[in-house]
DNA sequence: GGCTGTTTATCTAAGG
DNA sequence: CCTTAGATAAACAGCC
């Protein structure tokens, strides 16, 4: 590894991915949803690395956001001109990269067209109480997306492929008890940021989860394929992830790590 | 014409 | 060794 010096790292490749890189810029604004511009943007003010061959990189991101399931695209709203639509984050991908490897995830985040995986004769009355909470938590942040929907939320002129179907939604969100320990990792600092850093940025002000409609369009479950508990430690893997992936606006920043729920073991959602 | 978005194909490398 | 996630290239369509 060279040396970290200031500018030692800065044109060095970062050890994200693009689903990474992506999921750090939508992340880390308020609205939780970026257009592609300013997901270059973001990505180029703290990669300088990725201030070359944009044509290049630029092109395997666009390809990253359609062909990933866990990037969704919000349209515009007629008050919020401009080109492209917003890209978000599904707001079930949250445990993506649970391996703490931002490289490379265990698994790819795929829906499924509509059939949730879990045998829920097999799930425990603990991994319930669990999904049920992150269904909470999930609510809470799609409140902050729904915000930005047109009256009336997706109706079925808009053909998306992954409708919100709360009631269906689970979500992992993994919490840093800690904060931000082991991100980014050592020897790659974010280097030239003029923007806060994503951590930095809890959702205020956002929706009570009662305002949240009851969205009852089909039923399609956003299933985040199954990711093998990793050895050992359960809640203390959840230290090697970045806050990005790890916020919820549902609670703050301050809450007692104790409060947190771990994926109960033996909770597997299958799939194909 | 440039930007955005989708899709297909191929290759590499990580992971099991 | 096999499978699969990720990177890259490229063709193409729609839109402004």
Redesign the pocket.
Known sequence: MPRPGRNTYSDQ?PP??????TAMAIQGCPEKML???EI?KFIMDRFPYYRE?T??????????????DC?I?IPRRPDQPG?????ALHPSCGD??E?G?F????????LLGGLLLADPLTVSSKAQEFLMQQQREAKLRLSALHAHLPPGGYTSSLPFKHPFAIENIIAREYKMPGGLAGFPPAGFPLHHAPLPPPWSVYGSGMMDSSDFPPYSLQTFPAIP?PI?PPHGHGAMLHAHLPAFLAHSPARSPQSPPGEELSPPAGLQVSV?
């Open positions: 490749k994200y991915s693009y689903i990474s890189l257009p592609l511009s270059y061959n044509q290049r990189w630029q092109n395997s991101l666009r390809h990253n956001l359609s062909f990933n990037f695209k080109k492209g639509s917003f890209w993506m990269f391996n490897s490289l490379r995830r265990r698994k790819r985040f795929k394929v093998k194909h």
